[in-house]
């Protein structure tokens, strides 16, 4: 049974950080790429971030790019989203994801085969 298991979620001020923290099991690790996605209030899920299974390539979107980190640590099973400089309008829940297929990463949400449950990231003005 596969499970993809988010922390290190909370609230911090504007300009602040944070670390996300997603535990793999029930699957080879180095055999998926992984990727962070977030959902603000009334808004449609949207990629932020992407990193292949070796790690090797990492893929942002535009919106964090130059603010966030993502990273993998392949005998832990575990990967990491590092937030900086964060704003009001990072605050969403974050969710990492699995993909099989595209050994790379990718944006497209769809290509994912597993979700975790989701970190809430609030960030105060």
């Known amino acids: 049974q596969v499970q993809l298991v988010e922390s290190g979620g909370g609230l911090v001020q504007a300009g602040g950080s944070l670390r996300l923290s997603c535990a793999a099991s029930?699957?080879?690790?180095?055999?998926?790429?992984m990727g962070w996605f977030r959902q603000g209030p009334g808004q449609e899920r949207e990629f932020v971030a992407a990193i292949s299974w070796t790690g090797g390539n990492t893929y942002y979107g535009d919106s964090v790019k130059g603010r966030f980190t993502i990273s993998r640590d392949n005998p832990k099973n575990t990967v990491y989203l590092q937030m900086n400089s964060l704003k009001p309008e990072d605050t969403a829940v974050y969710y990492c994801?699995?993909?099989?297929?595209?050994?790379?990463?990718?944006?497209?949400?769809?290509?994912?085969?597993?979700w975790g449950q989701g970190t809430q990231v609030t960030v105060s003005s």
């Open positions: 994801a699995a993909d099989r297929t595209a050994k790379y990463g990718s944006w497209l949400s769809d290509t994912y085969d597993y």
């Open positions: 029930g699957l080879t690790f180095s055999d998926f790429a």
